[in-house]
């Protein structure tokens, strides 16, 4: 595979303009109307590339994408590809802060995470377009609209695709200086709501109970449950409650995030937290949520696909190394299959979801070649 490098560069100014145009189409999660064309606008990209295209209609989070690349002989075991449309910015966003190059830099809303990597899957279905005869496995590629929000909607066709395939391949950004990710967290959510009862703060004080008190007490018994040295966190992330200064208030609740770094401690905090009680008399609470991603944990058989990658990017000049990071992403369900998956296979860069997220122009050859040669090699 000699060619690929060479390929991709006289590739690089397709690939940074057709960047740039992605970065220009404001794809905010839950918004099919904006969703949907932008996934029409890759079906056809793809099509033209000789892909088999299903489009997933679904009213409630966007349409999901699946393309498939068939081989004329199948000699390697099939691949799954995953990545996502949606984004976290607003229609809009991309008109007060259009794609811009400014010092190797291409800068916009959505450029790291993940529009970078949907560039390089264009990138590979033109080369898969041009040299047909090296496609030796059946390769799907699967867009879900829904990534930034959990999912929901998705999972259950990420989970039945990646049963059909060997390995996964996930187009998440990579971590500075380009390393892959072979360990993310796991992500609970969860919602508390205390209940109390309504009183006047001056006349009848003695007769209410402080919905707003019960949930600061949970607060802290959430903080306790803390434990850095298992890799777990648990983040309260918004409080809401009450009316006026002068009523005690008789609603008030919480959003929680917990972060885990195995499927048992998952479990285990998850119990935990459903299993919380009131510390006021004539308090209640109300508790749903749970284990939203399993982690991906850092198993034998990641080891073992990692040191394949490495070994086969070392074949096209590239130092591939390895890395971990709180974040979840759709990997992370295929990896609970016990299905070998590599992550953060996106170009390099960095601010996913700040102002100043940006992909590194130089970064976009050398991941689009070692995407190529892992499709075809691994």
């Not at 929901?152 to 892959?180: N, W």
């Not at 009523?247 to 917990?258: F, H, M, S």
Request: aromatic share 4%.
């Amino acid at each position: 595979m000699a060619d690929l490098v060479p390929f991709f560069k006289d590739l690089e100014p397709q690939m940074i303009e057709r960047l740039c145009s992605f970065i220009n189409s404001d794809t905010p999660s839950g918004n099919g109307r904006a969703i949907n064309p932008f996934v029409q606008r890759l079906a056809r990209q793809f099509k033209e590339c000789g892909a088999e295209i299903e489009i997933i209609h679904n009213a409630e989070a966007g349409d999901h994408l699946l393309a498939r690349f068939l081989p004329s002989l199948q000699s390697r075991g099939p691949l799954l590809i995953l990545g996502h449309t949606d984004t976290v910015w607003d229609i809009g966003e991309s008109e007060r802060r259009p794609a811009h190059i400014l010092n190797g830099k291409i800068y916009g809303p959505g450029a790291f995470d993940m529009r970078g990597g949907l560039t390089l899957l264009t990138g590979l279905a033109v080369y898969l377009s041009r040299h047909p005869d090296q496609l030796t496995r059946r390769v799907t590629v699967l867009l879900d609209s829904d990534e930034e929000v959990g999912s929901h909607t998705s999972r259950s066709l990420i989970e039945t695709e990646a049963r059909k395939c060997e390995t996964v391949l996930v187009l998440e950004p990579c971590l500075p200086g380009g390393a892959v990710k072979t360990f993310r967290k796991g992500v609970g959510n969860f919602v508390i709501r205390a209940k109390g009862v309504a009183a006047h703060a001056g006349v009848d004080y003695n007769k209410g109970v402080n919905a707003i008190e019960e949930i600061a007490h949970q607060v802290l018994d959430l903080n306790r449950l803390n434990d850095p040295e298992h890799g777990t966190s648990i983040n309260v992330g918004t409080i809401r409650g009450g009316s006026r200064s002068n009523v005690i208030p008789d609603q008030a609740e919480i959003e929680v995030d917990l972060r885990i770094s195995s499927i048992a401690e998952g479990e285990k905090m998850a119990r935990r937290i459903l299993e919380l009680q009131p510390k006021l008399h004539g308090a209640s609470l109300e508790i749903s949520g749970g284990v939203n991603r399993p982690p991906l944990e850092r198993s034998s058989q990641v080891i073992q696909l990692f040191d394949r990658a490495r070994r086969l990017a070392a074949e096209i000049g590239i130092e591939l190394r390895e890395g971990s990071t709180g974040g979840a992403s759709d990997g992370c369900f295929t990896a609970a299959l016990g299905i070998p998956t590599l992550d953060g296979l996106g170009p390099d860069g960095a601010g996913p979801h700040a102002l100043y997220e940006h992909v590194l122009v130089e970064s976009l050859v050398p991941r689009a070649a070692l995407l190529a040669q892992l499709v075809l090699r691994l």
